[in-house]
């Protein structure tokens, strides 16, 4: 199984602060990595698919980047409404396998 | 839009079977593979297995290979999820949801159900 590794676990950040969170894959995935962001309560929404591309409804502020093992999540300018667990998942190969979540809050 | 509805939260003992159900409308059922993913209370997600809605084709996750049996129901648009040999570790919020892409059988998930809360206990 492909396993995937974030960082940090979490973090905590200023209003207009830019964020970037790190995934990294055990074998190389190709750009086959999506972000998620999970507010608590809700199901995962879908943010960043195909590694980079945003997926239609999304705020222009979250970016993706990275191919093969490693990955980024940027969040341009963080905003309240950004508070939540990012988690990436790729899906290169079954079985489909997530990254253990950061958790983003307000400082 | 497309929607995933699921069945409501379940409280098993161990060793039995829980049965939950994802109705989808909003578009046609067997145009896109869905996916059944689970969580743990404070945990993360762990992918379950996968249904093409279009033959029945299903591929288990090795962990509950054995357990999960997952299917289709055309008529209603519904698939359903079992799980047995429950153990207190089942204790969980249960997701179906569907891939992005018309007959992907892998991508991104951009619909969800609302989860339902599994809790196995004695």
């Known amino acids: 199984d492909i396993q995937m590794t974030q960082s940090p676990p979490s973090l905590s950040a200023s209003v207009g602060d830019r964020v970037t969170i790190s995934c990294q894959a055990s074998?190389?995935?190709?750009?086959?990595l999506n972000w998620y962001q999970q507010k608590p309560g809700q199901a995962p929404k879908v943010l960043i698919y195909?590694?980079?591309t945003l997926e239609s409804g999304v705020p222009s502020r979250f970016s993706g980047s990275g191919s093969g093992t490693d990955f980024t999540l940027t969040i341009s300018s963080l905003q309240p409404e950004d508070i939540g667990t990012y988690y990436c998942?790729?899906?290169?190969?079954?079985?489909?396998?997530f990254g253990p979540g950061t958790t983003v809050d307000i400082k | 839009e497309a929607q995933l509805v699921q069945s409501g939260a379940e409280v098993k003992k161990p060793g039995a079977t829980v049965k939950i159900s994802c109705k989808v409308s909003?578009?046609?059922?067997?145009?896109?593979?869905i996916h059944w993913v689970r969580q743990a209370p404070g945990k993360g997600l762990e992918w379950m297995g996968l249904l093409d809605p279009e033959d029945g084709e299903t591929i288990y996750a090795a962990s509950f290979q054995g357990r999960v049996s997952i299917a289709a129901d055309t008529s209603t648009s519904t698939a359903y999820m079992e799980l047995g040999s429950l153990r207190f570790e089942d204790t969980a919020i249960y997701y179906c949801a569907r891939i992005s892409r018309r007959r992907l059988r892998l991508g991104s998930f951009d619909f969800w159900g609302q989860g339902t809360l599994l809790a196995v206990s004695a």
């Open positions: 195909g590694a980079s």
């Open positions: 998942q790729q899906y290169d190969d079954l079985p489909l396998t």
């Open positions: 074998q190389d995935i190709r750009k086959y």
């Open positions: 909003g578009y046609l059922f067997t145009d896109f593979f």
